[in-house]
């Protein structure tokens, strides 16, 4: 049931072309210019008179949340938290039935984001799920929702939910935007247009799994690795850094890109593997000065980069190349070989993929 791949994980990270379409398939009409949900056009109201969305997850689902706050902020200009559900569940915090709780989970059985959605409700904010799994906890709790469709995933790394959780969240966002008028009818277009094209985007950015392959063995007996990124990617950062400790075991970890002069640069030297995202969209500049700071500690760079990108290549040991799109879909593209590099990694060392020790696919006790 594999599907022909070694590991369930592999499988999933191969499926994702087809999960992003799946995704959106059905609900983005590009030439007609029209995105339709269900569960956004009978809540319609509701959105466009909140005061604020608060977003509610664990893991990498609340990474996917992270990611959401941009697009949010920027399509839509409705501000945004991203909670913890953990955190969110014991804080006493203020809600109203102002905001609109969205809670992100892929098995639907979390339970840390279930007891935030209780709590959301019982203080009168509307809460809408982003599930992955049908019929699930979660999806029966919400007052509304939107499935991903990304079929199940069965590696306890999670891949395609996450890149499929942020189509969803960009349809849920194109939307809002356009029924507010935050963004004009052509712009509108121009970002369906391009989200149709992510999924054989996708297919191209997995065709560097041979180069990631080699990187991953030149640096499998690393005992740290930094995950860098800004905007968009930040939160693309923290996804990577958290694959690579729950498979591989090796400590990583993820940050703005900027933040590194105020304490993690301390940790740079020779022997320290870091991987940057610094696709032409985004402050990418900014980027390549961080990846200038970095090499002049002697750091190991593994770019992220657009393809054709000379200025990083000249600075990087390496560079993984993905197909250029619009800054707001980038995630989609950086966070695939950051997937490959993990699953290569844990793969060499021995290690249990798609059941890495001490997880569990769906938390379902706190
Ligand atoms: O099913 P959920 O999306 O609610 O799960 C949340 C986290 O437990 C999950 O994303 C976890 O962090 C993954 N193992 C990460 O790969």
């Known amino acids: 049931?594999?599907?022909?791949?070694?590991?369930?994980?592999?499988?999933?990270?191969?499926?994702?072309?087809?999960?992003?379409?799946?995704?959106f398939r059905g609900r983005m009409l590009p030439n007609e210019?029209?995105?339709?949900?269900?569960?956004?056009?009978?809540?319609?109201?509701?959105f466009l008179n909140a005061n604020r969305i608060i977003v509610v997850a664990c893991g990498t689902s609340w990474h996917a949340g992270l990611v959401s706050e941009y697009i949010f902020e920027n399509l839509a200009r409705i501000p945004v938290e991203v909670e913890y559900a953990s955190e969110f569940r014991y804080r006493n915090p203020v809600i109203t039935d102002k905001d609109v709780v969205i809670a992100i989970s892929q098995s639907g059985e979390t339970a840390d984001t279930l007891a935030a959605i209780k709590l959301a409700k019982s203080r009168g904010a509307f809460v809408f799920g982003v599930c992955n799994v049908v019929g699930s906890s979660i999806a029966r709790e919400t007052d509304a929702g939107a499935y991903t469709h990304a079929g199940p995933e069965i590696g306890v790394a999670s891949t395609k939910a996450f890149t499929t959780q942020i189509t969803v969240l960009t349809l849920?966002?194109?939307?809002?935007?356009r029924a507010k008028g935050t963004i004009s009818s052509s712009e509108f277009r121009h970002h369906m247009?391009?989200?149709?094209?992510?999924?054989?985007?996708?297919k191209k950015a997995l065709e560097s799994d041979a180069y990631v392959k080699t990187i991953a063995d030149i640096y499998k007996n690393s005992n740290n690795f930094l995950y860098l990124g800004r905007g968009y990617n930040f939160p693309v950062a923290l996804e990577g850094a958290l694959k690579l400790k729950?498979?591989?075991?090796?400590?990583?970890?993820?940050?703005?890109?900027?933040?590194?002069?105020?304490?993690?640069?301390?940790?740079?030297d020779e022997n320290m593997p870091i991987v940057v995202?610094?696709?032409?969209?985004?402050?990418?500049?900014?980027?390549?000065?961080?990846?200038?700071?970095?090499k002049s500690r002697k750091g190991k760079i593994i770019g992220i980069v657009t393809e054709g990108d000379e200025q990083v290549k000249a600075l990087a040991d390496h560079v993984i190349e993905v197909p250029e799109t619009i800054e707001s879909l980038t995630p989609l593209l950086t966070t695939i070989p950051l997937q490959l590099l993990s699953y290569h990694i844990a793969l060499m060392l021995d290690k249990n993929v798609d059941q890495p020790r001490n997880l569990a696919k769906a938390v379902t006790v706190e």
């Open 1 to 23: 049931e594999k599907g022909g791949f070694d590991h369930f994980m592999l499988k999933e990270i191969y499926e994702q072309p087809s999960a992003i379409l799946d995704t």
């Open 172 to 177: 849920i966002a194109l939307r809002l935007a």
């Open 33 to 46: 210019g029209i995105i339709k949900m269900s569960g956004i056009e009978d809540n319609m109201k509701t």
């Open 193 to 202: 247009i391009e989200l149709e094209l992510i999924p054989e985007k996708v």
């Open 277 to 294: 995202i610094a696709t032409k969209k985004g402050h990418y500049e900014k980027v390549v000065s961080n990846i200038q700071e970095i």
């Open 246 to 268: 729950e498979i591989s075991y090796i400590h990583a970890e993820g940050y703005p890109a900027a933040e590194m002069k105020h304490g993690p640069i301390a940790l740079i």
